[in-house]
């Protein structure tokens, strides 16, 4: 693989958990415009993601599962037995028109990264990275748990030795569920602490590391994380792929949670990781705020490819920041110039408080 491949789908633009739903908001397809209106996305870079059939959703969620996900969408409600059984038709994963077709586009978007990536490459897949899916429930917005069978894929295509790097400020419960124990796997999250799911209390082994991080997170505390948590131990681990769950929900301006990172600090882990395993797979996950995720992903897909972003967009690009709207939030009411401007944040230097140092010695 010569360049950097992006998968993406049309499906995306159109669809919405719902008018009152944190994932209301248009985010792959901002990502998708941005792109192509920065001149970083031509059309032989762009791989249209595929929509799993239910039975290759098998290999790690369970057959009854699948069907009920398939059903829900084709009746467009759920039975009280498997809203209880399967977490469909609740507040968090509702019914919605696209609620097996989206996550199935996702998942086919992942399996097929690690196809791609067989002979080794860079794929960014920015609809990927829902990584709250249990076998036989949704979760936390996740349907499915496609970097669950993101990983399978790289392996059945021959990775054997795999990290999986997660700074979502959620932290992956689904992604641990599954290879929590498994000796060939390493798994580094960074969350916030406290926040949901409430999993992934500090600790580490040779295979498994969780940080919850302290409300406020800056800069340059990531930026210690990266330089002794992520990086040495990703190095040593001697992977034969790496998969980073990117979540844009980390920076300052994400109603969902409470981090204070720019996109910059995510930017630098992206190029951190380039050249550290022959395969690298770069997945989406959580933000909710639409500007500030479609300028980081679009900030990703730049990185991977080592293009430059300029101080200020192109004349398209900034036409579609500023036809983005974030209704029933205040963020969305008064959006500074910025964001419809540029793609990078400033920085946000900080302090390294006492008690993330202590943490990141720790492990």
Partial sequence: MDRP????????RGSSYGGWHPLRVPRVSTVMDLSRAMGWLPPEVFMPSPRVKPAALTIWHTPEYVAALHAAEEAQTVSDAVRNRHALGTPNNPVFPEMYRRPATAAGGSLLAGELLAKGGVVYHPAGGTHHGMPDRAGGFCYLNDPVLAILSLRRNGASRIVYIDIDAHHPDGVEHAFGTDPDLLMIS???????????ALGATDTLINLPVPRGLNDD??????DDVILPRTTAF???????????????EDP??????SNQAHWAIVDSLMGLAPRLLVLGGGGYNPWSVGRLWTGV???????????R????????????HFDGNRRGKNPPEHWFTTLADE????????????????L
């Avoid at 897909?301 to 101080?311: D, K, Q, R």
């Fill in 301 to 311: 897909w730049a990185t991977l490819n080592g293009f430059e972003v300029p101080a």
């Fill in 347 to 362: 920085p946000r230097h900080g302090p390294i408080r006492d008690g993330l140092r202590s943490m990141v010695t720790t």
């Fill in 313 to 324: 967009v192109t004349p398209k690009a900034e036409e579609t920041l500023r036809a983005l």
């Fill in 238 to 252: 001697r992977p034969d792929a790496i998969v980073l769950q990117c979540g844009a929900d980390g920076v300052e």
């Fill in 256 to 261: 969902q949670a409470h981090l204070s990172l």
């Fill in 190 to 200: 960074v969350h916030e602490d406290g926040l949901w799911p409430r999993t992934g």
């Fill in 221 to 226: 505390e990531i930026a210690l994380i990266r």
């Fill in 5 to 12: 491949v992006f998968i993406g789908s049309e499906i995306y």
